[in-house]
């Protein structure tokens, strides 16, 4: 499985992005999907997670309600949409699949990783 995060960039402080990671290879066996992040100087942590067939969602609480993964199907692509951004949320994003294992600590497969940069 193959993986490619886009959609970084710098915004400001309450403003919004969206990243895409867009799969290919054996997507037929994704079982999920999830978006990471690491900060400068921090462990990585755990943003998103989605259930490819079904398409359950979970958050850790440091995003929830500001964060929503989804995904498109037709286009094997995972989208994370960020508002109501904040500089702690400065980090390299990277998007992960699981197969077999399951998000967030079982993630086998990892993109490379898009800069997104909040300030304040």
């Known amino acids: 499985v193959q993986l490619q995060a886009s959609g970084g960039g710098l915004v400001q402080a309450g403003g919004s992005l969206r990243l895409s990671c867009a799969a290919s290879?054996?997507?037929?066996?994704?079982?999920?999907m999830g978006w990471y992040r690491q900060a400068p100087g921090k462990e990585r942590e755990w943003v998103s997670c989605?259930?490819?067939?079904?398409?359950?969602?979970s958050y850790p609480d440091s995003v929830r309600g500001r964060f929503t993964i989804s995904r498109d199907s037709a286009k094997d692509t995972v989208y994370l949409q960020m508002n109501s951004l904040k500089p702690e949320d400065t980090a390299v994003y990277y998007c992960?699949?699981?197969?077999?294992?399951?998000?967030?600590?079982?993630?086998?497969?990892w993109g490379k990783g898009t800069l997104v940069t909040v300030s304040s």
């Open positions: 992960a699949a699981a197969i077999p294992g399951g998000c967030p600590h079982g993630m086998d497969y």
């Open positions: 989605i259930g490819v067939s079904e398409g359950s969602s």
């Open positions: 290879g054996r997507i037929f066996s994704i079982n999920d």
